[in-house]
């Protein structure tokens, strides 16, 4: 099986890159508030490594809620899932490397500006790291 073809089943992809935006600005603050609750709880050392910290809550992050529910907080009040193009969800592996290379491709600019540019042009509005491990967001509401 595969996803629903793009061209005959558009509503699986209808706004996609604003849903995906509103989520990265909700997963956003939600690494925020779990990375100034880890300098406080450090007493501030956590300060001297806060870059570290942020790529590791948002890779740890991401990781727990894409292997549990296939999507993180963001994308599940957007709307939205992981899957792959044959229509499986990810496994826990899969959903490692997906927060990896989003977290890699978030820390340089080209890669982030090439991510953008793939879920324009593509036919299933991949980005980056789905296109390298062959998955998609769909709107969740059209799921199962």
């Known amino acids: 099986m595969t996803l ?4 005959y089943q558009p509503e699986f992809y209808r706004a996609l890159l604003v849903k995906r935006l509103l989520a990265w600005g909700i997963d956003l603050v939600v690494t925020l508030v779990i990375v100034a609750a880890l300098v406080v709880v450090t ?3 956590g300060l001297f490594f806060l870059p570290l910290l942020w790529i590791a809550v948002s890779i740890a992050y991401r990781w727990v809620m894409l292997s549990n529910y296939h999507a993180t907080a963001g994308m599940m009040l957007a709307g939205i899932t992981l899957r792959h193009l044959d229509e ?3 496994d ?3 959903c490692l490397l997906h927060a ?3 977290s890699f491709s978030m820390v340089f ?3 982030q ?3 953008v540019a793939l879920m324009m042009v593509t036919p299933y509005r991949q980005g980056l790291n789905d296109l390298v491990l062959g998955t998609t967001m769909i709107n969740r509401y059209l799921e199962d």
């Open 92 to 94: 826990p592996l899969v």
């Open 43 to 45: 007493v501030f050392i």
């Open 100 to 102: 990896v290379i989003f």
């Open 113 to 115: 500006i090439a991510s």
């Open 88 to 90: 499986r969800r990810p």
């Open 109 to 111: 600019v080209l890669p």
């Open 4 to 7: 629903p073809d793009p061209t």
